[in-house]
């Protein structure tokens, strides 16, 4: 499968963006789908995740009640919408996916997925 991200820019502070993640190649609603962040040299953190069926979700405690993950398997895309967004929120956002052949797990680990979209940069300012 191949992966997508798009939906990044640049917001002030307190405002909102909705990143997308787009699949081709396979039905998308057979993988379990995470999204990751990533600051200048350092390692991908965990953001959210979603299972393959879109029943269960996961979020990083930095961004419970202000991000949320959400599935249209229809459209083979996996969204996280951001709200009150904080300049600390600024990174390379990735999504990620795991072919799971059980439809309420979710993954944490960046080396639980096996496919991964290039980034899209989200830039806060104060």
């Known amino acids: 499968v191949q992966l997508q991200a798009f939906g990044g820019g640049s917001v002030q502070a307190g405002g909102s963006l909705r990143l997308s993640c787009a699949a081709s190649?396979?039905?998308?609603?057979?993988?379990?789908v995470g999204w990751f962040r990533q600051y200048p040299g350092e390692e991908r953190e965990f953001v959210a995740a979603?299972?393959?069926?879109?029943?269960?979700?996961y979020y990083a405690d930095f961004v419970k009640g202000r991000f949320t993950i959400f599935r249209d398997n229809a459209k083979n895309t996996v969204y996280l919408q951001m709200i009150s967004l904080k300049p600390e929120d600024t990174a390379e956002y990735y999504c990620?996916?795991?072919?799971?052949?059980?439809?309420?797990?979710?993954?944490?680990?960046?080396?639980?997925?096996?496919?991964w979209g290039q980034g899209t940069q989200v830039t806060v300012s104060s």
């Open positions: 190649g396979r039905t998308f609603s057979v993988y379990a």
């Open positions: 979603i299972s393959q069926s879109g029943g269960v979700t």
């Open positions: 990620a996916a795991h072919f799971s052949g059980t439809s309420n797990i979710y993954y944490t680990r960046a080396l639980d997925y096996d496919y």
